[in-house]
């Protein structure tokens, strides 16, 4: 949708409040029907509906007695985000000061008065609207309107009142009547609050989960509401009625579930599930085929915890506990699963105790209790990771958290699908990572492997056709853990904190704490001491050892001030710092600071290669040019037509279309200055011929369709716009940064092997982690290859070429971006010699011209020059074929060979 801003109040909401794109397309066509509908509650919807369709004709119909707009937008796009942007505009645009939100369930009910009343609270919805930071909105609620209104809040007219209520609150009784409470006569207003609301000229109902509302009972309490404007938000536009879904009629603006996929902004659903199973064979073992789908489901699961885990410690983020969703038939089913899952057979017991069930049957303490669960399940303290629920997870229910659904009922429609769909799909990050595991949500379904297939096919199917897992039941399950390798001197630490747990003799295990906290604190001073020296060999001058001796005194003092070893620990730091310097020289490489990115230049806009306009299309004639005028007294008399002088601009042709390209953000004049005249020229020769050479007629042409033309024109250019050449810069310099730990992914129970042994294939080594190194930066590596393993060999084994030490660098190590800068190249490794350090990428013989190739080169090469400048040793980057890689060659020859 082309983005117009209809006024600054618009503008200035979408800036601030940093709204998506389908955000700020729904606030725009608010914007656009604002101008023109007559928001009061009396309003003529005949003559309301004419004026919406005009421009928004998949609104057919308001189905209401008031006027009121569907905004469809998936689940996971941010619908509370654009309620409070809704308000913000009508309220600063249109003075409006009443609003009245609905909320299906007292799930979200609980959730928007959070959103919309605390500036605390991070998913606040008017952060950084200034009108709202100094007089903030009253937020009158199902809970308190009564006190508000004997409070007189309701009296101040120079504040907003958002109400927020749902339906259950409307409809709650007064104590011994049938009146909704609501509606019962309150002696400070002189009327029933619901009488109120219905008074009020400016009342903008907004319904969340609007599909909930479309029963009669609901209707009729909106309608009597009486409200200026309505507006629905709703991830699912459509009511069930048996097994047909009916289309709202009065939707402005869809944004649907494949939409928000394609744009990234939810997880992307994969379908798991297995070739060549007949569930037909379980016909008579409902159960057994249950928990099939359950060992698969879980496996998954499993899988997908590690990955989690292991992404988020490389990439130094928050934890995500992932959970499964299981759905079932009824409540007995549910019982039934639970048992299934805390089995000890299952797992081995490991679910024993960390899953739940959540249905309509529950009441009291064990419905108060599971619901607390649900709301923490995204706490790491939180130990449930299986849900099982019966139909009762649908709207409000806000986790990021839920990676794999197990459907062991089939859904009864399309909105229960996309619903539970919907459930898993917001993202725990707030974005997609690039990573796989971290982006997609699982749903394993074992039913219909090919009707599956065929769906995905499909070009509306929500599963792509890449995105099937094929569950190989025959392959055994190889559970996984997190390992992580810390650099050797944090590693020898941690080894020495075991060690002092086995002393018996008190007063040794007390020097040993003591010895051990003093060589902590001056590794934690030494790791920040980076940008403070040239480098790390630096800190052997007595100058510098005394700066971290006084930083570590300064450290022991704030942080351990009550601590009985605080003196004894500042004197054993002077005895120790000689040699904790020199364990920290020998075990790291100097790696300056320096981040490359792409230049970012002035905005010269785009740029365009030559080409001829396709005028095909440019048949615009001049309109007609006669006035007609007929009495408005005598209907019978004939109309009087008169010619007038064709409407052209005084303004040359050429300049009228260059005008309307330029309009465009992208197309600056003076860098296709050429190329606009000459498209402009080729469309006035066009549009002369359609009008016979006429110059009036072609004048007329141009100046009344010239906004088309320049739109044409735009269109065209934007296929042959030419990419500028990449420049690649450092745009941070510190000195030297310390060494990051590894983190892999290992099989649970396995030893770490020697790099001496050898595997057969490479998939054999990419799953061990390999130990016994001794020049290594780290104790433990993982290799991606063979050559990678044998290159490590080879440094270790190799004697004559002065290696030092090297590292299998951590991911973000390194910062070296290539491909526009946004993709960050992690080198293979590092290796120090006497004379220089060098930056090692095994490649595959035959890629090595590969374009992505030589394009990280091309950043690696630019970090080396920049690292050359800072460092004391020289960098270079040493691009080496995997055949000339094996561990009896030397690393000088292949430096010698392949080195520049």
């Not at 009597?224 to 404007?229: F, M």
């Not at 970012?600 to 309109?623: Q, W």
């Not at 050898?758 to 020049?775: L, N």
Request: aromatic fraction near 8%; hydrophobic fraction near 35%.
């Amino acid at each position: 949708m082309e983005r117009k801003y209809y006024d600054n109040v618009q503008r200035t909401i979408s800036n601030v409040l940093s709204l998506r794109p389908p955000q700020a397309d729904s606030l725009q066509i608010l914007a656009d029907l604002a101008r023109t509908l007559d928001l009061h509650p009396d309003a003529d919807p005949v003559a309301e509906i004419a004026k919406v369709k005009k421009n928004y004709p998949t609104c057919a119909d308001f189905e209401r007695d008031f006027v009121s707009l569907t905004f469809a937008l998936a689940t996971g796009v941010g619908k509370t985000r654009l309620m409070g942007a809704f308000i913000a505009y009508l309220h600063m645009k249109k003075g409006i000061k009443n609003f009245f939100v609905l909320a299906p369930n007292l799930t979200i009910y609980n959730k928007l008065i959070t959103d919309l009343s605390e500036p605390t609270h991070p998913k606040y919805v008017f952060k950084g609207i200034g009108k709202f930071v100094m007089t903030p909105p009253v937020i009158i609620t199902g809970d308190n309107y009564e006190k508000a209104s004997v409070g007189g809040l309701l009296k101040n007219d120079d504040v907003v009142h958002i109400n927020i209520f749902n339906i259950s609150k409307i409809n709650k009784k007064a104590s011994g009547t049938s009146t909704p409470k609501i509606k019962k006569l309150s002696e400070y207003i002189g009327e029933s609050y619901f009488d109120y609301l219905s008074g009020l000229d400016d009342l903008v109902v907004i319904m969340d989960e609007s599909h909930q509302y479309r029963a009669k009972r609901g209707m009729e309490v909106i309608n009597e509401l009486r409200p200026a404007i309505g507006l629905e938000l709703t991830a699912t536009p459509q009511i069930e009625k048996g097994a047909k879904s009916i289309k709202f009629k009065n939707v402005v603006y869809e944004y649907p579930l494949s939409a928000a996929m394609n744009d990234g902004y939810v997880k992307e659903p994969f379908v798991a599930t297995r070739a060549n199973f007949e569930p037909a064979d379980f016909k008579d073992r409902p159960l057994e085929l249950d928990r099939i789908k359950l060992l698969d489901g879980i496996r998954l699961h499993n899988d997908t915890r590690t990955k989690l885990d292991l992404w988020a410690r490389q990439n130094e983020q928050k934890i995500v506990k992932p959970f499964v969703l299981v759905v079932a038939k009824d409540t007995h089913h549910a019982a039934e699963i639970k048992n299934i899952l805390e089995d000890s057979s299952f797992y081995n017991g490991y679910y024993q105790g960390k899953v739940m069930e959540i249905h309509s049957n529950q009441k009291g303490d064990e419905k108060e209790e599971n619901v607390e669960q649900l709301l923490t399940l995204e706490s790491p303290e939180n130990k449930i990771e299986v849900v099982i629920h019966v139909n009762m997870l649908k709207e409000g229910w806000d986790v990021t958290n839920l990676y794999t659904i197990i459907p062991l009922r089939t859904s009864a429609s399309k909105t229960l699908t996309e619903q539970t769909l919907g459930r898993g799909l917001r993202l725990p990050y707030g974005k997609r990572v690039g990573d796989t595991h971290v982006d997609r949500l699982t749903i394993v379904h074992h039913d219909k492997y090919d009707a599956i297939i065929d769906a995905a096919n499909k070009e509306d199917s929500l599963i792509k056709r890449g995105n099937i897992i094929t569950i190989d039941a025959s392959a055994n399950y190889v559970p996984k853990e997190v390992f992580e390798s810390y650099s050797n001197v944090e590693t020898e630490i941690k080894k020495e904190e075991k060690r002092i747990e086995t002393i018996a003799d008190e007063s040794d295990k007390k020097t040993a704490k003591v010895n051990l906290g003093a060589k902590k604190i001056l590794h934690e001073v030494i790791m920040q001491s980076g940008s403070d020296t040239a480098s790390s060999a630096h800190l052997r001058i007595g100058e510098q050892k005394a700066k971290l001796l006084a930083k570590a005194k300064e450290k022991l003092m704030s942080r351990d001030q009550n601590s009985l070893f605080v003196e004894e620990e500042i004197k054993a730091c002077a005895l120790i710092i000689d040699q904790t310097v020199e364990d920290h020289i020998q075990n790291t490489i100097d790696i300056p600071r320096i981040t490359i990115t792409p230049k970012e230049g002035e905005d010269d806009g785009l740029s365009f290669s030559d080409f001829d306009l396709d005028v095909k299309n440019f048949t615009f004639g001049p309109g007609t040019n006669e006035i007609i005028t007929k009495s408005l007294e005598k209907s019978d008399k004939q109309a009087e037509r008169l010619t007038a002088k064709m409407y052209r601009s005084n303004e040359p042709l050429t300049h009228q279309i260059i005008g309307a390209v330029i309009n465009a953000d992208d197309i600056l004049y003076d860098a296709n200055k050429a190329l606009l005249f000459k498209l402009a020229n080729q469309a006035i020769k066009k549009i002369s011929e359609v009008n016979g050479g006429d110059e009036d007629a072609t004048a007329s042409a141009v100046s009344r369709k010239v906004r088309d033309i320049g739109d044409m024109i735009t269109e065209q250019m934007r296929k042959h716009k030419e990419e500028p050449p990449l420049e690649l810069i450092p745009t941070v310099v510190e000195n030297y940064v310390p060494i990051k730990k590894q983190t892999f992914e290992k099989i649970k129970g396995e030893p770490v092997y020697p790099y001496t042994q050898s595997f057969e294939t490479a998939s054999e080594i990419r799953s061990k982690v390999f130990g016994g190194f001794k020049k290594s930066c780290h104790p433990e590596y993982k290799f991606d290859s063979k050559t990678e393993k044998d290159f490590a060999t080879l440094l270790e084994n190799d004697s004559q070429s002065g290696i030092i030490k090297w590292l299998r660098p951590a991911p973000k190590q390194f910062a070296i971006y290539w491909d526009k800068g946004s993709k960050l190249y992690e080198p293979d490794f590092i290796v120090e010699t006497n004379e220089a350090i060098y930056m090692v990428e095994p490649k595959m013989k035959k890629e090595m011209e590969a374009a992505d190739v030589l394009a990280k080169k091309k950043a690696a090469d630019l970090y080396c020059k920049y690292a050359t400048e800072f460092a004391i040793k020289p960098w270079k980057y040493l691009l080496i074929p995997h055949d000339a890689i094996a561990p009896s060659k030397d690393f000088s020859f292949l430096v010698k060979i392949h080195g520049k």
